[in-house]
């Protein structure tokens, strides 16, 4: 993350995480967590982009999976989901 505004954060989940946030001032906070495995996930790898910076890019908050490792769970999921391996969107 090297644009202006992006910090390293201190990660609160279980799993080794690494956060970065962006605050947006008036326009609120975003955030992009790359989630290396552990935590409830377990063995998935994933990418979560979430926030006022991220939604004016992408339109929703969005998780970037690789469906393979992650399961099913990504059914219920509220984000747009995005297979990363096949670049497939999964949900809108």
């Keep these: 993350m090297t644009s202006k505004g992006w910090k ?4 609160q989940g279980t ?6 946030t962006f605050d947006g ?7 992009i967590v790359f989630n290396y ?3 409830r996930h377990k063995n998935a790898v994933y990418y979560k982009l979430e926030g006022a910076e991220v939604v004016k890019f992408t339109g929703k ?7 393979k490792n992650y399961g099913d769970e990504w059914r219920f999921e509220n984000s ?8 497939k969107v ?3």
């Design 61 to 67: 908050n969005t998780k970037v999976i690789d469906v």
């Design 25 to 31: 001032g008036t326009a609120g906070k975003s955030s």
């Design 8 to 11: 390293k954060s201190e990660y």
């Design 15 to 20: 799993s080794d995480a690494v956060l970065y």
């Design 80 to 87: 747009k989901i995005i297979d990363g391996p096949t670049g």
């Design 37 to 39: 495995k552990g935590g």
């Design 90 to 92: 999964l949900k809108n």
